[in-house]
Structures are given as C-alpha cells and as structure tokens.
Nanobody
C-alpha cells in the first residue's frame, strides 16, 4: 500500500513557475514508477509526465515538453514536477500516481495508487 500526498499548487501568472511535490509513504517507493496527471474542469484526466524507478527514464506529453520537468528523490520518497512558462491551459487539478510495473506509461489505468490532487491555476 502506498499513500501519496501532493503539495505546491497555487495561483500563478502566465509565464510563471511552480514546483509540485508528491510525498509517498512506505519503504518501497523506489519500486514504483511515478506519474503526474491533470484534470481540468469538464475534461478527462490526462497524462502529463512519468518517471521510471531509478529516475533515468522520463516521458512527457507533447504539450509540456521543454516546460515541465519530472524528477524524483528516492531517499526522500518524493517525486517532483517543475513547471515553467506556465500557460492558462495548464490550469487543472494535478495528481501524482504510482505504478508497480517495470515500464512507465501514460495510461491512467496502469497506475495503482493516486494522491488527492493539488490545484494549479494560471491566470493574470
């Protein structure tokens, strides 16, 4: 069982930056690939980024490539999402998730555990 708690969301102006954190409970964090997803009002939850167990493999949705960076610190049981050059269309609730497979994916159905989400609002 893994419990995930996101933090770091808030209100930011277009072009600004935020760093989201997701703290995981348990001793087996390094055995999970981690992902970030987001859900805007009236839309389905969509994939943002994922990172493999060791932190070497990373995967992004095209719309955030070059702006967002996913990273992890296995010693701190934490995964991060650094978001730069934010746009109004990035406004959403952001969720972190954990999957126990050996490969990283962008499919929400592949993830076993989810956090409660943190709101990110990009507006002037």
């Amino acid at each position: 069982q893994v419990q995930l708690v996101e933090s770091g969301g808030g209100l930011v102006q277009p072009g600004g930056s935020l760093r989201l954190s997701c703290a995981a409970s348990g001793r087996t964090f390094s055995k999970y690939a981690m992902g970030w997803f987001r859900q805007a009002p009236g839309k389905e939850r969509g994939f943002v980024a994922a990172i493999g167990r060791s932190g070497i493999s990373r995967y992004y949705v095209d719309s955030v490539k070059g702006r967002f960076t996913i990273s992890r610190d296995n010693a701190k049981n934490t995964v991060y999402l650094q978001m730069n050059s934010l746009k109004p269309e990035d406004t959403a609730v952001y969720y972190c998730a954990a999957e126990s497979s050996t490969t990283i994916t962008g499919a929400a159905a592949d993830y076993d555990y989810w956090g409660q989400g943190t709101q990110v609002t990009v507006s002037s």
